[in-house]
């Protein structure tokens, strides 16, 4: 059953007994934490398991041994993506186009900006409205050429590649040019436009296939 107003919460740090709730309660980094609540004459709602990570994170959805855990934490801690309800970060979500703007927008410090920007699909009730019109006015991230730009759209790692390629020039990283730095086995399906920005961004570290493709 659900947890209900009134119920009593016991909680569990790292596998040890369950102990009741009676005041605050103190984590460190690296603590996990197991609660559940209930009430008088009802079964115990489901259990909840958090994570305390090592940047003082909590997370529901990451553990340490995860393989994204590092970046996860990083980011949050410097505040460029937020948890959703429950201290969840959706690692294996899909990020739109509009998520990515936000993203960046955060990382430069959500400077000023007008608003402006000529996208029939995005207003001041579009979330990252704002991010979106930096973007482009900053030219990191365009529309589709067609008066969109797609904000709820989901993001393809070869879109990712021209973007982040774009910002981390305005950044001052150096990166290489018409390099082909690898063969991925599905080179043939990422655009022509894209395959410059994928092969640099290759070039960089920051962005890799899984088991010889690219994903685009």
């Known amino acids: 059953e659900p947890a ?3 119920d009593t919460a016991y909680y569990s740090i790292n596998g040890g007994e369950y102990t009741r709730a009676d005041g605050p309660i103190s984590l460190k980094n690296g603590d996990s934490i197991k609660f559940y ?3 008088e004459d009802t079964t115990p709602s489901k ?3 958090l994570f305390l990570s090592d940047g003082g994170n909590l997370m529901a959805d990451v553990d340490r041994d995860d393989w994204y855990y590092g970046a996860i934490d990083w980011a949050a801690g410097k505040g460029y993506i937020e948890h959703t ?3 969840k970060y959706g690692p294996n979500e899909t990020v ?3 998520e990515l ?3 960046i927008y955060r990382a430069q410090g959500e400077p000023w900006t007008d608003g402006s920007e000529p996208f029939e699909d995005v207003d001041n009730t579009t979330d990252n409205a704002r991010a979106i019109a930096w973007c482009y006015s900053s030219g990191i991230f365009q529309g589709y050429g067609d008066g969109r730009f797609g904000p709820s759209d989901q993001l393809q790692r070869q879109e990712l590649a021209k973007v982040m390629c774009l910002w981390l020039e305005t950044r001052g990283v150096k990166m290489s040019r018409n390099t082909k730095v690898k063969e991925y086995l599905d080179r043939d399906e990422i655009a022509q436009w894209a395959a410059e920005w994928v092969d640099r961004l290759t ?3 920051v962005l890799e296939g899984s088991d010889g493709r690219f994903d685009p």
């Open 47 to 49: 259990a909840v398991s």
């Open 101 to 103: 703007a936000g993203l």
């Open 203 to 205: 070039a960089l570290g």
């Open 96 to 98: 739109t186009r509009g």
């Open 37 to 39: 609540a209930q009430g």
């Open 85 to 87: 309800e429950g201290f």
């Open 4 to 6: 209900a107003a009134g």
